[in-house]
Each structure stands twice: as C-alpha cells, then as structure tokens.
C-alpha cells in the first residue's frame, strides 16, 4: 500500500492563480480531511469528507473547494491564490469506524507571492 | 469552538534529560490522540487514550489523560536525539470524525 499521497511536493503561485492540489488514498478509508500548518498554529482544518460525494467546511475553509468523487480522491483546490494562503497542506484519511487514528500524506509546500 | 492548547511551545534539553509536554481541552472530550512529525515531515500517529486517568506506555515514552478527560500529557524519559520534533496532541470535535489539534511542542534535543 502506498498510504497517503499528495502532488506535487512544492509549488509557487503568483496571486490570483488558481490550481488543484492532489490527495489519494489506497486503504479504503471513508474519512479524508485536507490541513494548513502553518508556524506555530498546529493543524488547522480546511474541509473533510465521511465518504464519496460528501463534504463539508473545517476551520479555515474559505479561499478553497473540495470535491469526493471517489473513496480514493479527495482533491483541494485553491480559486484565486492569496499571499495568505502560502502554508503547508496535508491530506489525511482515517476509517469511519474504530480508532481515529489519522494517516498524513507527506505534503504540499505552497508559496504564493 | 473547542479548544486544545499546549504547553510549551518550545523545549530544549540535553540528551538524557526528560522532556514533558501538557495538552489542555476546553472541552470533555471522548478520547485524545498524540503525534509526532519529525523536521521537515508530517504528523505520525503515536498512540489514543480514551478512558479516564488512562495511562499507556511506550518504551521510553508515558501518555496520560486526565480523569476529567481534559487534559493530557506525554513524558519522555532519558530523551534521545532522535526524539527530536514537534508533539501534538489532538482531540475529536464535531459529529464526525474531524480533529482540533493543539498548536505543538517542538522538542530541540542537545547531544
């Protein structure tokens, strides 16, 4: 099993640019999440999904879409990119039942200038 | 909103020494988890507590979470430089499976 990935590793947008980060998970998990980190703010949620075709708002969710198509996919997508969105996105799973024990993909390092 | 604050921010000590961090809840919350994300990384489950006044261990390191279930703390004995990192512990909110973490411990380990 791969786990948790997330595309691409590093990314630089000018503001105002759009653009979609990846999320995909090959452990069946109905529980995806998407995170900013930023210095010394911990995790901060931005959406979540219980299952394909559901989502809802986290914390912080304004400036960003997400969509579940699939269990597997679970992509976030930023619509006009702010200097105040340059963070660092995790993607996460977790299966609905049992343990909410959070699987992290390795991340996305965003800057928007 | 629910809130999970952690303390300290920061800490360092020589290796050997031991290390404490503290997680406080606005709220009773049902179980806590703790994670570790190295330098550079991303957040890896390190364990959940669920029932009051639990205590779990794991080789050199001691979780706790409180009878009130509002607070928990994670201890490292005898640190070792690869110990180093940020803690964080985070606490279920909502109806489904969302999680608050607290704002992190970063643990900076002197050889």
């Known amino acids: 099993n791969a786990g948790v990935t997330q595309t691409p590793k590093f990314q630089v947008l000018k503001t105002g640019q759009s653009m979609t980060l990846q999320c995909a998970q090959d452990?069946?998990?109905?529980?995806m999440s998407w995170y900013r980190q930023d210095p010394g703010m911990g995790l901060r949620l931005i959406h979540y999904?219980?299952?394909?075709?559901?989502?809802d708002q986290g914390e912080v969710p304004n400036g960003y879409n997400v969509s579940r198509s699939t269990t597997e996919d679970f992509p976030l997508r930023l619509l006009s990119a702010a200097p105040s969105q340059t963070s660092v996105y995790f993607c996460?799973?977790?299966?609905?039942?049992?343990?909410?024990?959070?699987?992290f993909g390795p991340g996305t390092r965003l800057t928007v200038t | 909103g629910q809130q999970v604050m952690q303390i300290p921010q920061y800490q360092h000590v020589q290796e050997g020494e031991d290390f404490t961090t503290y997680c406080n809840s606005s709220?009773?919350?049902?179980?806590i988890q703790w994670y570790k994300q190295r330098p550079g990384g991303h957040p890896v489950f390190l364990i959940q507590?669920?029932?009051?006044?639990e205590v779990k261990k794991q080789k050199r390191l001691t979780f706790q979470f409180g009878e009130a279930k509002k607070n928990s703390s994670l201890h490292i004995t005898a640190t070792q430089t690869t110990d180093v990192g940020t803690y964080f512990c985070?606490?279920?909110?909502?109806?489904?499976?969302?999680?608050?973490f607290g704002s992190g411990t970063q643990l900076t380990v002197l050889p």
């Open positions: 709220t009773t919350l049902s179980n």
């Open positions: 996460a799973s977790s299966p609905y039942r049992g343990s909410y024990e959070q699987y």
């Open positions: 985070a606490g279920p909110s909502g109806s489904a499976r969302q999680l608050t």
């Open positions: 452990m069946n998990h109905e529980y």
């Open positions: 999904s219980v299952g394909a075709g559901i989502t």
């Open positions: 507590l669920v029932k009051s006044g």
